[in-house]
């Protein structure tokens, strides 16, 4: 049973750096096959795909946040990161990491994070 | 303003059926046989119920059911019960750059 657990601070102030880390348990991100992404939901509100990466370490950004974002890969402790940068009250939300197949559907999801952007 | 349309919220009793719609274009739910639905519970992550428009992953009772015709997708969950009481999102593939593409969620009362 593949299980997924999001790490990191859990508040961050104005225009600093969020950074999250996703340790996946029960399957190696190094088999390839899957998509291993961020997705975050604003209070109260819907879904947001933020990005995912490949094994490989090819990459997607959401466009509306490519600017901001970086996603890395450290197959050695098989792990995924987060980075969004100039972060403002607008990125308060819970953070998730999840395992995408390969047609995107989400199968695996960590249990999420709340990010508080607050001075 | 979410990609694809979701009533906002939908009720039914114990024991009925009740049906969410998911409403997209010919781009995203009308082109492809690839529509999820996800259920969340407050404060928990979200679960996949349905994928490839009808499919249930292991373990997902089948009172949940889904559907497509044309442009909208449906999810029906017959032989209600409280614990179904919980938010669902659909999400489809697009042929857009993005993965995939959501709604906005519907709350399901059950009565």
């Known amino acids: 049973q593949v299980q997924l657990q999001e790490s990191g601070p859990g508040l961050v102030k104005p225009s600093q750096t969020l950074s999250l880390t996703c340790t996946v348990s029960?399957?190696?991100?190094?088999?390839?096959?899957?998509?291993w992404s961020w997705i975050r939901q604003h209070p109260g509100k819907g879904l947001e795909w933020i990005g995912y990466?490949?094994?490989?370490?090819?990459?997607y950004y959401n466009p509306s946040l490519k600017s901001r974002v970086t996603i890395s890969v450290d197959t050695s402790k098989n792990q995924f990161s987060l980075k969004l940068s100039s972060v403002t009250a607008a990125d308060t939300a819970v953070y998730y990491c999840?395992?995408?197949?390969?047609?995107?559907?989400?199968?695996?999801w960590g249990q999420g994070t709340l990010v508080t952007v607050s001075s | 303003q979410s990609a694809l349309t979701q009533p906002a919220s939908v009720s039914g009793s114990p024991g009925q059926s009740i049906t969410i719609s998911c409403t997209g274009t010919s781009s995203d739910v009308g082109g492809y046989n690839y529509v999820s639905w996800y259920q969340q519970h407050p404060g928990k992550a979200p679960k996949l119920m349905i994928y490839?428009?009808?499919n249930r992953p292991s373990g997902v009772s089948n009172r949940f059911s889904g559907s497509k015709s044309g442009n909208t997708a449906s999810l029906t969950i017959s032989g209600l019960q409280a614990e179904d009481e919980a938010d669902y999102y659909c999400?489809?593939?697009?042929?857009?750059?993005?993965?995939?593409?959501f709604g906005g969620g519907t709350k399901l009362t059950v009565l």
């Open positions: 029960g399957g190696s991100i190094s088999s390839g096959g899957y998509y």
């Open positions: 990466i490949y094994y490989s370490g090819s990459t």
């Open positions: 999400s489809s593939y697009t042929s857009s750059s993005t993965p995939r593409v």
């Open positions: 999840a395992r995408a197949a390969e047609d995107y559907d989400l199968d695996y």
């Open positions: 490839e428009v009808s």
